[in-house]
């Protein structure tokens, strides 16, 4: 009887103790919110994961821009842009918590460059398309930013 209530007791606490949310450190603190480096290979598939996210995006935005351009209609592309960005933003805070792996500072630096330029490039589409203005420029962007980001996810492959 002792055991079972010992063990009740038990439970009880262990439930009460992991109700209260974990919250990632933010990008804005200039914290990271691993304590310690992570290995190479950890790092460089947490990398590529991310650097994924900023591909897909891109690789979509550049496509309907071709769209646009041919005069087709996309008539919730500003929407999806908006999307999109919020999306990117994330991903780009959560970049900046995350410790690199020793030896990674410089290709990390590289990867937050070509990511903050992505999401200005795709923040200025944004605007652009919420205007009906002309998206032209913003197709040579993309492929750019596209070029840059999977020559990067390729730099994380080796």
Do not use: W
């Not at 009887?1 to 009740?8: G, P, S, V």
């Not at 008539?75 to 994330?90: I, Q, S």
């Not at 780009?92 to 937050?112: C, H, K």
């Amino acid at each position: 009887m002792k055991n079972k209530a010992l063990i009740l007791v038990l439970l009880l606490v262990l439930t009460m103790t992991g109700c209260s949310e974990i919250k990632q450190d933010s990008s804005k603190d200039g914290k990271y919110a691993t304590q310690n480096r992570e290995s190479s290979l950890e790092y460089a598939l947490y990398m590529n994961k991310q650097i994924q996210v900023f591909i897909n995006e891109i690789s979509s935005r550049l496509a309907i821009a071709k769209n646009i351009s041919t005069g087709s209609t996309a008539d919730n592309e500003a929407e999806l842009a908006a999307a999109g960005l919020d999306r990117l933003n994330e991903t780009y805070d959560e970049v900046i918590t995350v410790y690199p792996s020793t030896g990674s500072d410089d290709n990390r630096e590289a990867a937050l460059t070509a990511m903050k330029t992505a999401i200005d490039h795709l923040s200025g589409y944004k605007t652009a398309v919420e205007n009906g203005e002309d998206v032209n420029g913003y197709i040579k962007d993309f492929e750019n930013d596209f070029d840059q980001l999977t020559g990067l996810a390729n730099l994380y492959n080796k």
